[in-house]
């Protein structure tokens, strides 16, 4: 049995497992179009999914053809999406299909005992899905939900075997800032516990800050990116055009300052 970490963001799917290298591909599902010519000379033939009787195209091959794409809003009311979405990252770590002791978590405002046990109930048990032709069988075993801020703390505290490293972070007061792409979370953890009345989420992401960096380069340097392209640009804080490497450094900091620092000082 192998312990996967997952985390079904709005923007990307993270999965990562001992010994694998992790995999990171864009939270998007799309509906399964039926492509005419498939060019020999391409490289990768994307990701396709049937699940329960349905077809769907995932991550960049979604956007790359999908005609319909599944939005954030509904895949929180599509359990199948949502299937979907963690069977693609597991597939990817695990062609082959294995048992599976399952750790992810929700934003901390919607990290309530109800949507806890729904969560926990979607992905726990047998699940059988076939992926770019192929069946792959996952059994999850069990499944750990906790605030999502949390993988952040553990990645610094945890060795891989789960063992605490830094035993003076383990007894500090320490704040978590979870910048998503559409919500802000914050934890508040004082050796280790939880802090109900210093946690929380506020209804700000990177979503916005990627909107006003894609008009900036739409005015200066008069290019239409879509919204994963910016994404890619406002990480590497350069943006390639016309055989060339532009530093836009100056005009991705002012949005992500502006738009969702201030909105987290005085929480703490």
């Excluded at 923007?11 to 010519?37: D, L, N, Q």
């Excluded at 999502?148 to 891989?160: A, M, R, T, V, Y």
């Excluded at 979870?178 to 508040?188: A, E, N, P, R, S």
């Excluded at 953890?189 to 008009?215: A, I, N, Q, T």
Aim: charged share 25%.
């Amino acid at each position: 049995m192998y312990i996967v970490g997952q985390d079904i963001g709005n923007g990307y799917i993270k999965t990562v497992a001992p010994g694998r290298r992790p995999v990171v591909f864009p939270s998007v599902v799309g509906s399964a179009e039926e492509i005419r010519f498939r060019n020999p000379l391409a490289s990768g033939g994307g990701l396709e999914v049937s699940l329960n009787g349905d077809r769907f195209f995932v991550g960049e091959h979604a956007l790359l053809q999908s005609r319909c794409l599944i939005t954030e809003r509904g895949r929180r009311r599509d359990p199948t999406v949502l299937k979907v979405l963690s069977l693609t990252g597991l597939w990817r770590l695990f062609p082959g299909g294995c048992e599976v002791y399952l750790v992810t978590g929700l934003p901390v405002i919607w990290f309530q005992e109800k949507d806890r046990r729904e969560f926990q109930g979607l992905f726990l048990g047998e699940h059988e899905a076939v992926i770019n032709g192929r069946k792959a069988s996952f059994n999850v075993k069990d499944v750990v939900v906790m605030p999502q801020p949390f993988g952040s703390l553990f990645h610094l505290l945890l060795s891989d075997d789960g063992k605490v490293m830094d035993e003076g972070l383990a007894r500090r007061r320490v704040g978590v800032i979870d910048i998503g792409m559409h919500t802000v979370d914050l934890i508040l953890v004082d050796g280790l516990h939880y802090v109900e009345k210093g946690s929380g989420s506020l209804p700000y992401g990177v979503d916005r800050v990627l909107g006003d960096v894609r008009k900036d380069l739409q005015d200066q340097y008069d290019v239409d990116l879509p919204i994963p392209g910016v994404d890619e640009v406002v990480r590497r804080g350069r943006l390639s055009i016309y055989g060339r490497e532009e530093n836009v450094g100056h005009i991705i900091e002012p949005h992500l300052l502006g738009r969702v620092c201030p909105k987290f000082v005085g929480m703490w």
